[in-house]
């Protein structure tokens, strides 16, 4: 894994690397295949869109204005991407994830009661800033792929009527091959990215050479300075120079996928210095020859080197799109186990890491609505205003709970926390303003996108609540229940067999049941209520597969079994009945011929003032997206039974 600490295996010298560091390595690949694709592309599109003519705010090309941008470049990406990312947000994971979604949780669960409303009000914030990611995670693919296609009209002219069908083909295949897996992809993808980071790197130090002056960019004081005495033109510049950070949330939500030792090393060892590079060769570049501006980062190489640079590129562009779709994964299973959004099918793909998962319908959303993007905006600047929106509000808002969960989970000083909020989120703040200035120009495109996200989540939670609330007392308690059928209340008729009820745990009992014995007057000989629970381990040993329980009654033929599996396993509940012994459920259990109930709520409209009625309709048309339960806990078909009943919403 990598996050084990490296001192506890240390290789001697003359030795091959053992196992495990082998496989750290292989990790950090495997992240470099996936998380950095985002960031690590930045430099293709940023000081070229800086310095873009058709920017409703252009910044003037001069030799002052090129060494305060790429100072900024600079400092954006160490404040927000080194220091707010890496060293610090990524330290509050949930269990190894990450994401603003893993803060929510941490929100909820240390904030004590003195705290509620505060995390109450945070919680919704940090909802709207996952929605925002949402947004990111459709524009980036459609931007990044685009900008590097876009490099064929460096090298012909005439390509430039290709630059759209050539980029729909490419995310059509990625999304296809998302089914394989996060570590598949990231095994393929991860020497591309060396190559990529190697090559710009490299191709950096060339520019560099030809006007070394550029180093002295790396001083802050020529940022600061920019900024003091060019405000006017370098705020707006701002709106452009956030692309450099691009990716940095991906860095975060993905943390889950490769542990945060392994993103740490990547960025330090590798990323960071390709990208600085890269971003001080190309604005020595437009020091020697102000033209170059056009597209500096195709132009810093030889013209014999722009189409295999094409070709990288888009290879890199591709694996930009990666991040933020693995980093979508997280968030929507994220999101789900909080309760924001229904339960979906969600695939594990590794055995190693919990966090590595692929979730088909999210994966087909994005698909259309990358492709929708490509075709409505046909070019990377015109998706560039759209594109610093959703990532300047991600990073205030994660910026923002950072510090909370800081405060209550750590017990960090008061002092501390206003210091370092104070700074970090004056520099954020900053970033968002300078986007503000662009929405009539495609920033509304991420928040109309957050909205629609935001409103769904947060109707999917309000739902819920009304749904559990008026369906557990339905339900009502399952002791109760039982104690009423060991006194003939109601009276039913015992039948031979097996009925197996699932349930969500042992407080309430099954709809289906409560109907079976109320309605039909029916209970069968044995009745197993069967509650499933998906451990944070990839398998579940056999001998701890079950727990049950005779719920107060030894025989009365009714018990309640908690089925536990692994997040790799798919909950199999016949399997797990066969493994149970009749000593332990009141009788031999028939499973081979066991009917299987399932209790289906079936959502009405009701008169009820709940939610707003365009909501309650929301609701209920989200609610079919819900995964298939049989499906799911591997029940025989044509021996499951769904009984319905109906709730008002």
Known sequence: MADQNPAADPVAPGHAPSGREAVRLAVVIGALGVVFGDIGTSPIYTLQTVFSPSDPHPVPVSTDNVYGVVSLIFWSVMIIVTVTYVL????ADNDGEGGIMALITQLRRWSGQRGARTALVLSGVGIFGASLFFGDSMITPAISVLSAVEGLKIVQPSFDELVVPITAVIIVVLFLFQRKGTATVGRLFGPVMILWFVTIGAFGIGGIAGQPEILKALLPTYALGFLAGHFGIAFFALAAIVLAVTGAEALYAD????????????????VLPACVLSYLGQGALILKDQ??????????????????????????TVIASQAVITGAYSVTAQAAR??????????????????????PWINWLLLVSVLTLVFAFRSSAALAYAFGMAVTGTITIMTLLFFYVARVKWGTPKWLIGLGAAVLLSVDLLFVAANLTKLIHGAWLPLLIALTVFTVMITWQRGRQIVTAE???????LREFIDDLENDKPVTQRVPGTAVFLNRGKVTAPL????????????????????IETEPVPRVPESERTVVDDLGHAHDGITHVSARFGYMERPDVPAALRSLEPKETEGRLQVDDASYFLSKIELQLGEAKTMAGWRKRLFIATSFITADAAEQFALPRDRTVVMGSHIEV
């Open 291 to 316: 033209a170059n501006v056009s597209s500096p980062f195709f132009l810093l190489v030889p013209s014999w080197a722009r189409l295999p640079l094409v070709l990288l590129a888009t290879a890199a």
């Open 471 to 477: 369906r557990e007392q339905h339900e009502g308690s």
């Open 255 to 270: 943390m889950g996928h490769f542990g945060r030792r392994a993103i740490t090393r990547g960025w330090l060892f590798l």
């Open 88 to 91: 610090l947000a990524m330290r």
């Open 338 to 359: 909080l309760g924001y959004l229904p339960r979906l099918r969600i695939r594990h793909t590794s055995e190693s890491n919990i966090g590595q998962i692929y979730v």
């Open 512 to 531: 289906a049941m409560r109907a079976n014995a109320e309605h039909n007057h029916v209970r069968h000989e044995h009745v197993v209520i069967v509650s």
